[in-house]
Each structure stands twice: as C-alpha cells, then as structure tokens.
C-alpha cells in the first residue's frame, strides 16, 4: 500500500470529532439525563411557583373582595358581585375602581392615651394635667414658634373654628363642602392608597378638632352612597394652641414626648408643630413638624401615606384670616386617587429562587467535563493518542469545541424549557443577553476545567472536588453572596472581589436575571435590556468572565505544555537560548569508558562506531538511531539518584526487528518512553529517521506505532472503532481505511464472530492485546515500539500475532521487548541483552548463543548419597566443568564444548549406571534462556564494580 503521507492537522481533528462522537453516542443514557437535569428543575420551579400562587398570589386577602348574591341548596356561590364596597382596605387595593370615591381631608391625630399631658419627666407649663387620661378629654397639642409672637398669637387664635358647622340635610357633594369649614381628625392610620380611607371605613369615630369642648359633645352624620355608606360621628376634641419661644424648645418638647424617649414608659404626642420663622404681612414661610414614623416605608414594602395637605391648609386659612379677616378661606373639600384597573398581586417566587437553582444546573457541567478530560489523563489515553499522531493543536481544538456544543446544547435546552413551561426568569429577560451571558460563561468553564485537569490524576478525586465545589458554590452565593449584594452599605469593590471567583460571578448574573425578572413580573413590564446592560451590574459580570476566561486558557495551555510534554517551567523564556550546538556531539567524552568496554563487549563497541560513523554522515538509511542516550532519575527521598539508562547506542534498520531482553528493572521501559517522548533524555538523543527526538517528536509520532505495555483502550468503543480512529489519525482515508482496518482485524484474528463489534471493555485481556497490536501497525508506521506484545496470550494467538508482526517488519523498523525467548527467537533479527541499564551485547540469536554458549549444560539426578560420584564422573569427562546448579539431588554442570566428545559423555553415563541408579539424566545445548541468564549475570556483577 502506498505511503499516505502525514494526517493534515484537519485530518487529525476530523478523527478525533469522529472518535468522540461514536463516543457519545455509546453514552447517549448518560447524555440525555444530563439533559434532563434542567428540564426537572424548571418542572420543579413551575410546581414552587404554581403552589405559590395558589396559597399567596390568588389567596383571597390578594384580590378584590367579592360577595355572594346567590347561593344554590348546599350553600355554594353561583353567582357572586366583586368590587371596592366587597373590600377590606388590604383588597380595595386590587379592586377595579372607575370613578374613585371622594374623602374628607382628614389630620393624623394621637389617639386620646399618649397625646402630650404635664408629667414629671415633659414638666411644662402649657400642657393639660394628667388626669384628663382618666376621663379621656386630654386636648390634641399645637405648637408654635416664631419670630414674631403677637403675630403668632393671631395666627393661632385663627387656626381652629369654636363649633362644629355641618349642614346635616345637605347630599354627599355639599356635604364635603360643609364638612370642609371644620378641621377633621383621625387616629387611624393611612394605607398606601385612598382609595378606601381607613379613617372613614373604620368604624371608629372622627375627630372635629375645635378651640373648645362641651362634654360629650358629638355630632352624627352618614357619608357615602349605596354600599359605600358609612354612620359616623364627629366628636368634639380640643385643640390646645401653645407657643413656645424659639425651634429649640419645640424640638424638646417633641423630643421628651416620644414613646421611648421617657422613663416612664408613657408617650407624650404632640399633633403637630409650626415655625412661623419671619412670616409678616408680606411673607409666609413655615415650617411644620409632623410624626411620620407610621410610614415605615422600607426596601420590600412601599410608604404609606402621609396625612399632611391638611396641615398645610390649616395653617393657609389662619394666616389668610389673619390678612383679609373670617371671609376668605380656602376650602380643601377632598382627596381622590385616580380611576384604576383591576390588579392581582404578582410575586414571581420562581425568579427570586431561580439563582440557586440555574447556578447549580450551569455548574453542573463542570464535573462532567472535568471527569471527561481527567478520565483521558488517568487512563493516559491522551499520551496514545499523541503517539500514533493525534497533535496538541487538533486535540484541544476538538475538545474545546466538543465540550462547548454541549454546553451549548444544555444551556439552549435550558431555556427553551424554561421558556416553555413559563418560567418569567427566562420570558421577560432579552433573549440576547441570556444567551450571551450562558456562552461567555461556559467557555470560561471549560477553560477552567483545562487548567484543573492538570491537578487532578484520578478521576474519583476529581469528580467528588467538583461536586462539592458545585454545591458549596451555589449556597454561599445564595446565603452570602445575595445577602451582601442586597445590603447596601457593603461596599461594591468588596462584591467585585467576590465576582472575581467564577461561580459567583455566575450567580451575580443569574441574581440580576432574576430581580429583574421579578421586578418586571410585579410591575408588568419587560425584564432586562440591553439599555439596563451597564445599570445592573452585567458590564462588570461581563468583563470578568471575559478576562478570566483569556488568562485561564493561557494558563491552561501554558501548564499543558509543561505537563504533557515535560518542558521546564520557564520554556518560553529559555527557547531562544536553548538550541546549543553540543547536541549532535560526537560522542568523545566516554572514551575512558570505552577502553573498558572494547576488551568486553565487541559487539556493542561495533555498535557504537556504526552510530558515530551514521552521526556523522547524517545519514537516514537507519530508521532508529539512538545516540549515547542516557537517562538518571534525579534523587528523590535521600535516595541518591538513579541511573535507569547508562546510555545506549544502538542503529535499526528499517525492515529490522530489534528484540530488547532483559531482567525487569534494566531500564527498558525508560528507554523505550525516552523513544516515544514520554521521557525526556538526561543526555545523548535519538533520530527516528533523521529527526530528532528531543526537537521533533511532534513530526515523529505521525509515522509511528506503539503497543504499550498495559492496553490503553476506550471501554465504550468496540475494536473497529479504535482501529478506524487510528487509521484516520495516519492519514487513511476513505476505502483504504475500511480495506486496513478489515486487514488489520483479520490479522490479529479480530474480525470473526462480531468481536469486532464490541465494546473493548467486554474484551478479554488476550483480545486486548491482539487490539493493541492492531492499532500499532494500522497505516503502516515507519517505526513501531512495542511493550512485550504478547503477554497473555494463548499459544495459537500467539503464533497468530507473530506471523502479522513479521508481516508488518517488511518496511518498518521494529523495537519489542520481551520475556519470552521463545518470541524473540522467531520474531527479531538481532537482539540486545539489556542489563542495569546498558545493553550487554547485540547480535542475532544464532550469533549470541554461539558465542556464549560454548559450553553443553549436564544433568542429572541420583539419591542424594551418590552425588559426590556424579562428581567424581564429570570430573573425569572435563575437568574444567563448572557446577552450576544443585538441589536435592539433582545437579547441573557446563561443560565446556571444546574438552567433551558428547560419546564420552554417554559411555561415561552407562559406566555410571552399572554402579548407582541413575534417576534421569540429560545433556543439552546452550538455549537462548542460558545465554540470556550468564549475560544477565555477568553484566550485574560488571556494573556493580564499575
Ligand atoms: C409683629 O407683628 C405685628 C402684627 O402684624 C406687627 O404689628 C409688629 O410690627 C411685628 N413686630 C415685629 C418686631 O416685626
Ligand atoms: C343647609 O342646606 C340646605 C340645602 O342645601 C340649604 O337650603 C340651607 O340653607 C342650609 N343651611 C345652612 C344653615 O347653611
Ligand atoms: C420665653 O421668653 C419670655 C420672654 O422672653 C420668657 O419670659 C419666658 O419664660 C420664656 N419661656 C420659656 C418657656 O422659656
Ligand atoms: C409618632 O407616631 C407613632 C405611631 O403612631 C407613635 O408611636 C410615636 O410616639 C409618634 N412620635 C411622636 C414624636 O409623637
């Protein structure tokens, strides 16, 4: 098949996006719950809200009242009249009121009890003595000051008419305009409308302020039409007129009257007070004092009214009197609301506790993804995937984009739901910013799930850190967060601060959604606009989402790069010094250990000058040239440093199998990750068909394979898939991809029986294998590493996989490592025995045996009493044989090849047996096993002197 060349970073992306989606959809129950998750809460917020209006929004005490007419046999309603005359004052004010009635103007008056009577803690001269509580008679106190005191002192004689003045024939219009030349009070308190004056509907009795008083002096009277028709009574109270000399006293005297003010315990009210300041016959200027407290206006419950205009035309008509004398008076006759439709109270409950819930349903997203990328991490499927081609670049392109159309999808989801069901959180706001503001959001999730990935290794860690900090997060934001915004005197820089923490800045958001929502809920009108973007808090919300998201990708992108491919901390600053020329050395500083290793090692020596002599020649003829590659493992826990490769120098042809034996812990696996960058080397290098592998690992992986040690498959993804991913990620395409990929499963015996079609999960840990393999051959690499491959396997799969891997070697340098002598006797040109970490000696099977195996290997077992003459025998036979073996019995000897003629052998053995029994014996040629053992032992011995 023809070379398809390196994947194009589209190709790349192209095979990942492919790879995940297959993924996704194998975990389509997951995906939809996800889904699901905010359509549940929007149901659940619905079920709030609809519960809500039920018992608070439609409760009776919330509309206008109503009454039945006619009722059938059980007593239910049929028929039933509603309107301001059904109501109590709480309900007039929802009532549809077309023609407002009319009130009297009326003054707020202390009740009798606590108006201002001479007491030991207010002694003052003026004030009535404090047996009138007794008989309920106290008089409402007027106070007054001024410039000008005989001015004053006529002002005040004005202020109150002597007797009530009320036309009892007139109707309801003359009636105001009679009511009018008498000064009205009442105790009652106002409501935030008048539609219904309290002080009127309120059976309590009305108050006709005068200058004086017969006993039980009240005057009855009825006001209104039809329903609206009310009895009442004016009863007389006087009005005590003091003058005080200046502001101050007055102050004082209001001060000390003040309920908590006194010891006592007793309030001592005044009605009102006026400053007449420097008023003449030419100016009028007053001030007026007047008790406001009742108002209790606050944040979630608006002012009432003030009963103040009457105050004002009081003090009018006295000084109008004062200058034109009894007949001018201004009439103030009534008070009126203007006409309104019917209301309903509103209180969208839904958008107050809308923050909490969305924050959790966005956050939400966080573990999934985080676990998602953590998952690829721990199960280093990242690292594999970056071997076999799979760049930096297309990798985080596809993962940001992947991630981002999920949540995409999720939040969109969200409000289409939410829209749906009716929830005004997401109805009233624009669409526009609502969308804006979920997407700048998420990304600044994902970006931040990126950056977290690093810290975390397990999955099981990483997903509980999430869930937590979801939860975690989205309660302080309601309990603390929502309480400081709310109180006004915490101040806003403070708040920024807290937004600077990703998840409140979310709340922030979603808490602005929801006030404004609710706001316009109750007032009918829209939520938020672009016009209300900068007045709510959103710009600053924006800004830092925005900013956050920039620098944690770049944070992201710069931790990844230290991360993944194990540059120093500080590589941007380094990169342009970095290049030394050194790095391509010819390799003289070991020439002092060279002496040493020429006696021992001839063949590695050889090696060693073939590598310099291709260094130098800068030659590519080789596919794999490792070049004095050294790696120590720096000191760690007082340990002193560990010298896991000691430098290797080793060429591998393409169309070669290089077979690495070697007693675990050599440093194998070191060299092997130092070839497939997943180590960086303490010194020396590597060129994988003249590039470099410190330098260029990027362009090395599109033309390599690699069978790692432990399988590193996707659970989900059946072996087809991982074979098509892979085959994409070199570059095939269309129907040469499915020919290699049906090849390729034939070949590791894959392909039959639908195994091909199942989840690699379900595998068996020989499938696994086979898989494995597979995948390091699809798209025919140059260079493939593989990590004993057959490990596991069953005998016939065995053979199965050794014939693909001498298939594959035709063009493709092969490195393997194994255990099994037996593999690397049928599978690799030449070998290398690895020992502590340098290579012993290289040479073909035949080769290493010849040369290490000069020797026959005898054996044999007798009772333990004979084995001095088994001794005694072979000493006769060789006398330079070597004991190397001996356990109960039995008895092992190497006989060197060239003093033993096997026949003696055997006639020695025959003599042997006539004189004792002989339980076996046996004579062999050196295998590879004996071959591998001596040189293992000889190279520990040799470096641990060295
Ligand atoms: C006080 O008012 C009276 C009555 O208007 C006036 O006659 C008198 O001049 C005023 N006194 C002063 C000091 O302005
Ligand atoms: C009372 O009202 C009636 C009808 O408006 C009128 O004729 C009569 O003169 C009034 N009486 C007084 C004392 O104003
Ligand atoms: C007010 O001033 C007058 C004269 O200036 C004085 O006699 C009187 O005691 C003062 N009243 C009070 C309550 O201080
Ligand atoms: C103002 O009105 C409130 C409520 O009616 C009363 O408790 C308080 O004592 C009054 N304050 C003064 C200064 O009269």
Not at 560 to 584: A, T, Y
Request: glycine residues 8%; charged residues 20%.
């Amino acid at each position: 098949m023809a070379d398809p060349g390196a994947a194009s970073f589209l190709t790349r992306a192209n095979a990942l996006l492919r790879k995940n989606l297959t993924y996704q959809k194998r975990n389509i129950g997951t995906n939809v719950r996800l889904i699901m998750i905010p359509f549940f809460l929007c149901l659940f917020l619905l079920a709030i809200q609809i519960v809500f209006d039920a018992l608070i929004n439609n409760a009776d005490d919330n509309r206008c009242g109503c009454q039945c007419i006619v009722t059938n046999q059980n007593g239910n309603c049929i028929n039933k009249t509603c309107g301001i005359e059904y109501s109590s004052s709480d309900q007039a004010f929802f009532c549809p009121i077309s023609s407002p009635p009319r009130w009297p103007p009326l003054l707020q008056v202390p009740p009798p009890e606590s108006r201002a009577v001479n007491s030991t803690f207010l002694p003052d001269i003026g004030l009535p003595n404090e047996s009138c509580r007794r008989t309920g008679t106290c008089p409402v106190t007027i106070l007054f000051t001024g410039n000008n005191r005989s001015l004053g002192a006529s002002l005040y004689g004005n202020l109150l008419p002597s007797s009530v003045t009320v036309n009892i024939s007139d109707n309801s219009e003359h009636l105001l305009q009679s009511l009018a030349y008498n000064v009205l009070g009442t105790e009652t308190e106002p409501e935030l409308t008048n539609y219904l004056d309290p002080g009127i509907a309120s059976n309590l009795s009305i108050y006709n302020i005068q200058s004086g008083c017969s006993p039980n002096d009240t005057f009855p009277f009825s006001f209104g039409q039809d329903r609206l028709k009310f009895q009442k009574e004016l009863r007389c109270t006087q009005g005590l007129n003091l003058w005080r000399n200046n502001s101050k006293e007055v102050n004082d005297v209001i001060f000390k009257g003040y309920r908590k003010g006194n010891p006592e315990g007793k309030t001592n009210e005044i009605g009102a007070a006026y400053d007449l300041l420097n008023t003449d016959r030419n100016n009028f200027n007053v001030h007026i004092w007047y008790n406001s407290t009742y108002r209790e206006g606050s944040d979630d419950r608006p002012s009432t009214l003030l009963r103040v205009p009457g105050l004002v035309n009081l003090v009018s008509n006295a000084y109008l009197h004062f200058l034109q004398g009894p007949g001018t008076k201004i009439l103030f006759e009534y008070v009126k609301e203007v006409p309104k439709l019917e209301s309903r109270l509103r209180l969208d409950i839904a958008s107050l506790i809308g923050p909490l819930f969305f924050t959790w349903v966005i956050l939400l997203l966080f573990p999934v993804i985080l676990s998602s990328l953590v998952y690829e991490k721990q199960e280093r499927l990242r690292i594999i995937m970056k071997m076999h081609g799979l760049g930096d670049g297309p990798y985080w392109m596809i993962s940001y984009a992947y991630f981002l159309s999920i949540s995409v999808l999720y939040f969109v989801c969200l409000m289409i739901f939410g829209s749906a069901i009716g929830l005004k959180f997401f109805r009233i706001n624009d669409y526009s910013i609502q969308f804006t503001f979920y997407f700048l959001y998420v990304n600044l999730q994902i970006a931040l799930c990126f950056l977290l990935s690093s810290i975390f290794s397990k999955v099981k860690t990483s997903t509980v850190a999430s869930y937590i900090y979801v939860f975690a997060a989205g309660l302080v934001g309601s309990f603390l967060l929502q309480f400081l915004i709310e109180d006004s005197s915490f101040s806003r820089g403070w708040i920024i601060v807290l937004e600077l923490l990703p998840p409140f800045s979310l709340y922030r958001g979603l808490y602005e959604f929801g006030e404004y929502a609710f706001q316009g809920n109750l007032s009918g009108t829209d939520g938020m606009k672009w016009k209300d973007f900068s007045e709510s808090a959103m710009d600053e919300v924006f800004i830092i989402i925005i900013v956050e998201w920039f620098l944690a990708l770049i944070a992201a992108y710069y931790i990844d790069k230290i991360v993944s491919s194990g540059k120093d901390p500080l590589f941007f600053l380094k990169s342009s010094f970095k290049k030394s020329p050194s790095l391509r050395r010819p390799s003289l500083q070991r020439q002092g250990f060279k002496v040493v290793v020429e006696m021992e090692k001839p063949d590695v020596t050889q090696e060693i000058e073939k590598v310099e002599q291709l260094m130098l020649e800068q030659s590519t003829s080789h596919a794999i040239i490792c070049d004095n590659l050294k790696k120590v493992y720096p000191s760690r826990d007082g340990n002193p440093p560990k010298l896991a490769v000691r430098g290797i120098s080793l060429a591998v042809p393409s169309g070669e199998c290089f077979g690495m034996l070697g007693p675990n812990g050599a440093g194998k696996t070191s060299f092997i990750n130092m070839m497939t960058g997943l180590l960086k080397p303490t010194s020396g290098t590597g060129l994988v068909r003249g590039l470099d592998i410190c330098n260029d690992m990027d362009k090395v992986y599109t033309s390599m394979g690699v069978c790692p040690q432990h399988d590193l498959l996707w659970e989900t993804l059946t072996g087809r898939e991982h074979l098509l991913f892979y085959g994409r990620l070199k570059n095939l395409k269309g129907s040469n991809l499915i020919q290699a990929v049906e090849e390729s499963l034939k070949s590791v015996n894959l392909f039959h029986g639908g195994v091909a079609d199942k989840p690699a999960g379900k595998y068996s840990g020989g499938m696994k294998r086979r898989l494995s393999v597979a995948i390091s051959l699809i798209g025919n690499p140059k260079v493939v590493y593989m990590d004993e491959p057959s490990t596991g396997l069953d005998p016939a799969s065995r053979n199965n996989l050794w014939t693909v891997i001498k298939r594959a070697k035709q063009n493709t340098a092969i490195i393997l490592t194994t255990h099994s002598m037996e593999e690397a006797e049928f599978l690799c040109d030449r070998l290398g025995i690895f020992v502590d970490g340098s290579l012993q000696c290289i040479g073909n099977p035949k080769e290493l045996k010849g040369r290490y195996g000069g020797s026959y290997v005898f054996t044999m077992t007798t009772s333990s009493e004979n084995e001095g003459d088994v001794e005694k025998l072979i000493q006769d036979v060789s006398p330079n044989a070597k004991k190397i073996y001996h356990i109960a019995g039995t008895q092992k000897f190497e006989l060197p090849k060239e003093e033993v003629r096997i026949s003696e052998v055997f006639q020695a053995v025959e003599k042997a047996k006539s004189s004792f029994t002989v339980f076996a014996w046996g004579l062999a040629d050196t295998t590879l096993e004996d071959v591998f053992i001596k040189v293992a032992r000889t190279g520990q011995a040799f470096n641990v002197f060295s």
